[in-house]
């Protein structure tokens, strides 16, 4: 049995928008199938709702809802939002983290980089993060695809377990910051809340 705090609306996973209905409505309309309508959010997701680092936002939107109305947001409110639109559709879903560089090397220390676990008869790992070049996450359900590998020589590595709610410091974070340099400065750099699923 999977817990039904994976299907819970949550003050970041606000599913009950409005935004968030009339999107669901229009992304799946006609579709009955879970996986189609998963691997349709996650693309749209991923695709669709930039992270902000790549388009060069200083908008920071950590609720589901605010994500999709600003149309960008860094990996965790991107997570949020995926998770939203699963839920709408009564499909369980949660959240995962990962310990990487915050920049290419780790000239600025590390961070906690979010992404989604979505249950579709197993747990499946969706990376939403947006693709460019150097980055590269895709919909699988038999392997996880990652928009960061764990790179050798790196103290980088995921972080075991699945979350029912986002990441408490992370939605802080994203709450108290007014621009992506606020985001750099007070990036979460640890996960120490314990998950709901054990792995």
């Not at 609306?9 to 309309?29: G, K």
């Not at 879903?93 to 600025?108: N, P, Q, S, V, W």
């Not at 995921?158 to 990036?187: E, H, K, V, W």
Request: glycine fraction near 6%; aromatic fraction near 10%; charged fraction near 30%.
């Amino acid at each position: 049995m999977i817990p039904d705090i994976f299907l819970e609306e949550h003050p970041y996973v606000d599913f009950t928008h409005p935004a968030i209905d009339s999107l669901c409505r229009r992304l799946f309309s006609g579709i009955e199938d879970d996986i189609e309508k998963t691997r349709i959010a996650y693309r749209f997701v991923r695709d669709e709702i930039p992270h902000s680092f790549d388009i060069e936002s200083d908008l920071v939107p950590s609720k589901a809802s605010d994500v999709l109305l600003a149309g960008t947001g860094i990996c965790h409110s991107k997570a949020n939002l995926l998770a939203a639109l699963l839920r709408h559709e009564n499909i369980p879903a949660g959240f995962c983290h990962e310990h990487i560089t915050l920049a290419r090397d780790e000239k600025l220390g590390y961070c906690v980089h979010g992404f989604n676990a979505v249950f579709l008869g197993k747990w499946v790992k969706l990376d939403a993060r947006g693709n460019k070049e150097g980055i590269h996450a895709e919909f699988s359900l038999d392997e996880f695809i990652p928009a960061f590998p764990p790179r050798e020589g790196f103290d980088e590595y995921f972080y075991p377990g699945i979350y029912a709610r986002p990441l408490a410091d992370a939605m802080r974070m994203l709450d108290a910051a007014n621009s992506r340099q606020d985001i750099i400065d007070t990036i979460t750099r640890d996960v120490t809340e314990e998950p709901d699923i054990r792995e």
